[in-house]
């Protein structure tokens, strides 16, 4: 089965988010301007694209950013608005080749391309030898982090 059967070019997907302070390039780096940084806006992009397939991937199947070719064009305050979009332009074998934008209201703050592959959750973190914590542990990590949030 070719989980990319369901996906088809012109799918589109956007995420709106409001700059936060942590969202700064001066956040991270200290003496930066506390505008937008260009990380933040490809994770949006990325975002975006990984929404616009995951509804249509089998069960089990997630998309994973492969490539990422963007340009930064214009700065954004905290406080703004942004969106992010992506739209499916090309599907191969085992990826899917998107044109994202970054827009402030009618302004385009950042476009570019972005490659998504397609992989099987389970093999994926075999493949690589991705432990997750059995319910147990995880439940205990729960309890301490309550315990610790309850001490303050």
């Not at 506390?34 to 089990?60: C, K, N, R, W």
């Not at 969106?83 to 044109?99: G, K, N, P, W, Y």
């Amino acid at each position: 089965m070719n989980p990319l059967e369901k996906v088809t070019t012109g799918m589109t997907a956007e995420k709106l988010v409001t700059v936060t302070p942590e969202m700064t390039v001066g956040h991270v780096v200290p003496g930066m301007p506390e505008v937008y940084g260009t990380p933040m806006m490809i994770l949006h992009m990325e975002m975006a694209a990984g929404s616009a397939v995951q509804p249509f991937l089998p069960a089990g199947h997630v998309s994973v950013g492969m490539m990422v070719n963007i340009r930064h064009l214009a700065a954004t305050p905290v406080g703004r608005t942004v969106r992010a979009t992506a739209r499916i332009v090309a599907i191969d074998a085992r990826s899917v080749l998107f044109e994202v934008e970054a827009w402030e209201g009618d302004r385009k703050i950042g476009d570019g391309t972005h490659r998504r592959g397609v992989v099987n959750v389970a093999e994926f973190e075999q493949r690589f030898g991705v432990t997750r914590p059995t319910a147990e542990m995880a439940q205990d990590r729960i309890q301490q982090a309550r315990s610790q949030f309850r001490a303050f």
